[in-house]
């Protein structure tokens, strides 16, 4: 029966690691025999085999009693078993070794049994080592595939939904007033420029997110009316400093959508920091109880599990009332 490429690839690590057991074995009985004594040449290669074997069968029977009893909650079994297997491996041991190849031992049979439980304990040990290495690399791994695969999303509802509405205003607006129709096309052009950038971006530097914000904001600057006010300030130290892309826009779009409304007079505030590496975004926008505003709620959900992935433990994020306005607040230690 022909082997898949996986398990000729287990076998071979397998081997590879026995293998260097082997060559450890041997130094160190090597080393333990008296140069001086006279014994059989081929003595120190036959107990260095024998050892190496029953190593072998030892961790064997480990996994295999801890993947037949263990794992299927029986126990009272595994444990009798266990202690059963690391007897017989120790005599078996030591039978061979006295009977078959004459040799004598130093260390008492219990001593034997210790050895053997040892390594049929340390086998187990190796087993859950791996096994948590693999899982976390899968872990990591799946986190970066649902982190793209968010980010994927968020451009993919933000772009139609967005050009949608602001090819709207843009038309209305053209034929009012075509130098300011034309003023928003440049401007909803950069974002889209920026949008088509990142698309294989996993990071961007601030000056480009900023940028980006900078046009977004004055697009949504012209499309509301004289009662809408919107202000954006930034303060950064150093505007290369990478972050992911589109990490501030949920805030700023939840503070412009639920803040700026037709017909009434409201306010934006949005300020971005970022020194000694901490970035902070603070927004704060007018805010009516009783008004409603069409929203999936995801938004900031999916900011928050972003987050939890990219920068884990090291960022703070609020969003609540107070008075009348409403209050943003996400700091992140880069």
């Known amino acids: 029966m022909l082997l898949t490429a996986p398990i000729r690839k287990t076998l071979l690590k397998h081997l590879a690691g026995w293998l260097v057991a082997l060559l450890i074995l041997a130094i160190n009985v090597h080393q333990s025999y008296d140069p001086n004594e006279e014994v059989a040449r081929l003595e120190p290669l036959l107990v260095v085999l024998l050892l190496w074997v029953c190593i072998i069968a030892a961790s064997y029977l480990s996994l295999f009693l801890h993947t037949y009893f263990f794992k299927q909650g029986k126990y009272v079994q595994y444990g009798i078993t266990f202690v059963a297997g690391s007897v017989s491996v120790a005599m078996a041991f030591r039978f061979a070794g006295e009977f078959m190849l004459d040799t004598s031992f130093a260390q008492s049979l219990i001593n034997d049994v210790i050895s053997f439980t040892f390594v049929m304990a340390l086998a187990l040990g190796v087993r859950y080592a791996k096994r948590g290495i693999i899982d976390q690399y899968r872990l990591q791994k ?9 980010l994927e999303t968020l451009k993919s509802q933000l772009s139609p939904h967005f050009l949608f509405n602001t090819l709207n205003n843009i038309y209305g607006t053209n034929l009012a007033d075509p130098e300011k129709g034309s003023e928003m096309i440049l401007h909803l052009a950069e974002l889209y420029r920026y949008f088509l950038d990142i698309q294989k971006k996993e990071r961007v ?17 012209l499309r509301l009316t004289e009662n809408n006010h919107i202000h954006f300030r930034s303060d950064i130290t150093n505007p290369d400093t990478k972050i992911a ?45 009783g008004r409603k505003v069409v929203s999936s709620g995801n938004g900031l959900n ?13 960022f703070t994020l609020h969003s609540e009332p107070q008075d009348k306005m409403w209050l943003g607040k996400l700091r992140i230690t880069l």
Do not use: Q, W
């Open 205 to 221: 530097s601030l000056k480009e997110e900023l940028a980006f914000i900078r046009h977004y904001v004055e697009l949504e600057k």
């Open 302 to 314: 999916n900011l928050s599990r972003r987050l939890s992935i990219l920068y884990p433990d090291r």
């Open 142 to 150: 799946t986190e970066a595939l649902l982190l793209k695969s968010e």
């Open 245 to 289: 892309p589109l990490l501030l826009m949920p805030l700023i779009e939840n503070a412009i959508k639920y803040g700026c409304f037709p017909g009434g007079h409201s306010v934006v505030d949005i300020d971005i920091v970022c020194k000694d590496g901490l970035l902070s975004l603070s927004t704060r926008n007018s805010f009516e109880p």
